[in-house]
């Protein structure tokens, strides 16, 4: 198991997933600066990578998250960030939009923080299973992440997808499989011991074989977008 160097996360069944968003993040590093704000940040698990390239972080989330989160600033993301106009020189949201049931409020929100010429960089689940339900609204194609960040005024720089058909379907089969875990915790700590094996196989090989999808874009688990503010 390869679990992420800057997440807490240690889970056998998809480190793929935190090993995907180390690289994407290690990308875009080069764009982090001055002020950044790290929108939906629940237990702020990226703070200390984030450090080592802005100035000052900055955790935005709402009293009623499902995380043990303690939020520099407390906002409904449907609904207002509560920061001044020009703000921020980053803004960071990880798996936080399929969350939010006013999307382009949202968006409209970050573009209003930012400075100008300053970068958005947002992550995106795709084929992803229903999570912290009953607040798991939407899931975004390219295109529409495309229209909604251009429609609140963004340039797209690069709409990135975070693996292929195969990392798809090996996630698929793990969190399918998780659920099976089930009884005594006698029995589940059998049953996962037997999965184990499996989990990190589908994964390896994952990686191995999405290198014959040409198409990752249609069958991708997630995404990452990098915007500018004009």
Not at 38 to 48: A, H, R, V
Not at 201 to 227: C, N, T
Request: hydrophobic residues 40%; charged residues 25%.
């Amino acid at each position: 198991m390869k679990p992420s160097k800057y997440h807490k996360n240690k889970s056998f069944h998809n480190w793929l997933v935190y090993r995907t968003l180390d690289r994407h993040l290690i990308k875009y590093s080069k764009y982090i600066k001055g002020i950044l704000v790290d929108l939906g940040c629940g237990e702020k698990p990226y703070k200390e990578f984030f450090l080592k390239y802005c100035n000052k972080y900055i955790g935005v989330d709402w009293s009623n998250s499902l995380h043990n989160v303690k939020p520099d600033v407390i906002s409904d993301l449907n609904q207002k960030i509560n920061l001044p106009s020009e703000y921020a020189d980053t803004a960071v949201a990880i798996s936080v939009m399929e969350h939010l049931y006013n999307p382009q409020k949202f968006l409209n929100e970050v573009y209003r923080i930012l400075k100008k010429d300053s970068y958005f960089i947002l992550q995106i689940p795709w084929q992803w299973w229903v999570h912290e339900a009953p607040y798991d609204y939407f899931r975004y194609t390219p295109y529409a992440l495309k229209y909604l960040l251009e429609n609140a005024g963004f340039e797209i720089i690069e709409i990135s997808p975070q693996g292929g058909l195969f990392s798809t379907l090996a996630l698929k089969l793990n969190y399918f499989t998780l659920r099976l875990i089930k009884g005594p915790k006698f029995l589940k700590l059998l049953i996962k011991l037997f999965l184990i094996p499996m989990w990190n196989l589908s994964q390896y090989l994952a990686i191995l074989l999405d290198k014959l999808d040409r198409h990752w874009m249609l069958e991708a688990p997630g995404y990452f977008v990098l915007a500018r503010k004009k």
